[in-house]
């Protein structure tokens, strides 16, 4: 089965302090994960890939493939992060999907 | 580049009726794919669009249909529309690399 699942639907910090987002995945075959994000009034925008290994707006997310996870961290959070954050899987299988989590809401307290 | 565009953007409907949704893709995009996102859950795959033919099905039922023109831009029509049916349809193009998800079509049935 291919399932994501984000165990937080809310998480509130307070701004400078650390941020870790979780994501868990169910897939048989090699992971492709990405973390998305829906800033207040915009659309659903890319946020990072596993495989570009980057860094975007200070967050970072390493694939672990022993505890089937991807989670998504900033060492100092900023207001400007509050925002809904989607972890989803991509599979290639005929089509290119995007299988999601249900989404945590992260709200950065000044 | 005016990224993926979606109408209308909001749309109100009884249970019964059927509602066409439009979407244009990304210029340079070939492939369209349709996802529902009902409150408070993450976007679910209804289906992808590639050569004008339906490359995979998410578990949707038949009622949901779509279509896609030579244009490569895109329709998804319900029928027998249901309370259930009340959601954000987004529209995603694609092509070698990732996807670009539109605003959305917000769909009330009442």
């Known amino acids: 089965a291919q399932r994501v699942t984000q165990p937080e639907k809310l998480l509130s910090v307070f701004k400078g302090a650390p941020v870790e987002l979780k994501c868990n995945y169910s897939?048989?075959?090699?992971?492709?994960l990405f973390w998305y994000v829906q800033y207040s009034r915009q659309r659903l925008q890319l946020l990072l890939r596993?495989?570009s290994r980057e860094s975007i707006k200070g967050f970072t997310a390493d694939l672990n493939k022993g505890e089937t996870s991807f989670h998504l961290k900033k060492p100092f959070a900023q207001e400007e992060d509050s925002a809904m954050y989607y972890c989803?899987?991509?599979?290639?299988?005929?089509?290119?999907?995007?299988?999601f989590g249900q989404g945590t809401r992260l709200t950065i307290n000044p | 580049d005016a990224g993926v565009t979606q109408s209308p953007t909001h749309l109100i409907k009884t249970r019964g009726q059927q509602v066409t949704l439009r979407c244009s893709p990304k210029?340079?995009?070939?492939?369209v794919s349709w996802y529902q996102q009902a409150l408070g859950q993450g976007p679910q795959f209804i289906f992808q669009?590639?050569?004008?033919?339906?490359?995979q099905r998410g578990n949707f039922p038949d009622r949901f249909s779509g279509h896609q023109f030579p244009n490569y831009s895109s329709e998804l029509n319900v029928n027998a529309l249901l309370l259930g049916d009340s959601a954000l349809y987004l529209c995603?193009?694609?092509?070698?690399?990732?996807?670009?998800f539109g605003s959305g079509t917000r769909l009330t049935v009442v």
């Open positions: 989803a899987l991509y599979i290639i299988q005929g089509a290119q999907k995007l299988v």
């Open positions: 897939y048989s075959g090699s992971p492709e």
């Open positions: 210029s340079g995009h070939d492939t």
């Open positions: 669009y590639y050569e004008e033919e339906e490359r």
């Open positions: 995603a193009s694609s092509s070698y690399y990732g996807y670009t």
């Open positions: 596993h495989i």
